[in-house]
């Protein structure tokens, strides 16, 4: 069983929304953070958002006030709901296991295989 699966990207026009979601094993979901990164093309691997297992998150600047990430603890699923997106969120999103170490987000090296997500007109 993969530890980390996610779903939901697709092509968008700017402006657009989506939801990205994150399955995790119920003991990766409990016991660690997760976060979801992206890597858009010719750029670094940048973190775009992590959510603590008990809740608290953090964001990148570039995306505080239009992403939300939250947890389903019924499924262990964290979700990603990225709103009035537009060309600089186009890239590979992927989910990582890690823990929150005074208040930041240090990831470990347990990633998901990634989900596309294209915004253009």
């Known amino acids: 069983q993969a530890l980390l699966v996610e779903s939901g990207g697709g092509l968008v026009q700017p402006g657009a929304s989506l939801r990205l979601s994150c399955a995790a094993t119920?003991?990766?979901?409990?016991?660690?953070?997760i976060a979801w990164w992206r890597q858009g093309p010719g750029k670094d691997r940048e973190l775009v958002a992590a959510r603590n297992n008990d809740g608290a998150t953090v964001y990148a600047d570039s995306v505080k006030g239009r992403f939300t990430i939250s947890g389903d603890n019924t499924k262990a699923l964290v979700t990603l709901q990225m709103n009035s997106l537009n060309d600089e969120d186009t890239g590979v999103y992927l989910c990582?296991?890690?823990?929150?170490?005074?208040?930041?987000?240090?990831?470990?090296?347990?990633w998901g295989q990634g989900t596309q997500v294209t915004v253009s007109s």
């Open positions: 119920r003991a990766a979901f409990d016991t660690y953070a």
């Open positions: 990582n296991i890690g823990i929150f170490n005074g208040g930041a987000y240090q990831s470990g090296g347990t």
